[in-house]
C-alpha cells in the first residue's frame, strides 16, 4: 500500500518561498507518477502539478505556470513543490498524490491519481 506524507508547510509572508516535500513509501517509487493539488478554504481541491516517473515530463495547471516548479529524487523517494513569490491566495492545504504510470504526464494524469497524502497547510500573510 502507498504512504505518501507531506511536509514543509507553514505560516510565511507574501513574496517568500517555499519548497514542499512528500516521501513516498510502500511501493518503489520510480514506478509512480506524482502530483500537487491544493484545496483553499470553502473551494474544491484543484491540480497544481505533475511529474512523470522519471522526471522528464512536467504538466502545470494554468495558475500554477510561473512561480511552481515540480520535482522528484527518485533516490530519495520524494517528490518537491517549489512555490516563488508566494501570495496570499496561496493559501490552502498542499496535497500530494501518486499514480502507478510509465506514460508522460498531462492534463489528464490529474484525474489519474489513486492514492493521496494527508496534506500540508500553507498560510501566506500579507
Known amino acids: 500500500q502507498v504512504q505518501l506524507v507531506e511536509s514543509g508547510g507553514g505560516l510565511v509572508q507574501a513574496g517568500d518561498s517555499l519548497t514542499l516535500s512528500c516521501g513516498l ?14 484545496q483553499a478554504p470553502g473551494k474544491e481541491r484543484e491540480f497544481v502539478a505533475a511529474i512523470s516517473w522519471t522526471g522528464s515530463s512536467t504538466y502545470y495547471a494554468g495558475s500554477a505556470k510561473g512561480r511552481f516548479t515540480i520535482s522528484r529524487d ?21 496535497y500530494c498524490a501518486a499514480v502507478q504510470s510509465y506514460s508522460p504526464v498531462s492534463e489528464r494524469t490529474a484525474f489519474d491519481f489513486s492514492s493521496w497524502g494527508q496534506g500540508t497547510q500553507v498560510t501566506v500573510s500579507s
Open 25 to 38: 513509501s510502500g511501493r518503489t517509487f520510480a514506478r509512480y507518477a506524482m502530483g500537487w493539488f491544493r
Open 74 to 94: 527518485n533516490a530519495k523517494n520524494t517528490v518537491y513543490l517549489r512555490i516563488n513569490s508566494l501570495k496570499p491566495k496561496d493559501t490552502a492545504v498542499y
